[in-house]
């Protein structure tokens, strides 16, 4: 079973910084690429930033100046660095896994429960 587990999400002032942390398991190994979404009051739901298995970033053209994606493959952790906070990133923020099947399978998405970031004066 998949399970993903975010942390790290609250309240922070504009201009602030905050940490986002998602725990997956099986190892992030097991997974082509890990990605962070967000999604905020009557949006849909938009990637933030993602990383692949071979370590290639890709961010939105909204936080790419701002928020940095990493990993640490020991710890089956992916980590989402948010500098800059403005109240336009406020949303729920989540983990997700991505694992590609092979043949006409396509792809399996896994989502974390997501944690809410509010960013406010």
């Known amino acids: 079973q998949v399970q993903l587990v975010e942390s790290g999400g609250g309240l922070v002032q504009p201009g602030g910084s905050l940490r986002l942390s998602c725990a997956a398991s099986p190892s992030i190994l097991s997974f082509n690429a890990m990605g962070w979404y967000r999604q905020a009051p009557g949006n849909e739901r938009e990637l933030v930033a993602s990383?692949?298995?071979?370590?290639?970033?890709n961010y939105a053209d909204s936080v790419k100046c701002r928020f940095t994606i990493s990993r640490d493959n020991a710890k089956s952790l992916v980590y989402l660095q948010m500098n800059s906070l403005s109240p336009e990133d406020t949303a729920v923020y989540y983990c997700?896994?991505?694992?590609?099947?092979?043949?006409?399978?396509?792809?399996?998405?896994?989502w974390g429960q997501g944690t809410q970031v509010t960013v406010s004066s």
């Open positions: 990383i692949t298995s071979g370590g290639v970033t």
């Open positions: 997700n896994a991505r694992r590609q099947m092979g043949g006409a399978y396509g792809a399996w998405d896994y």
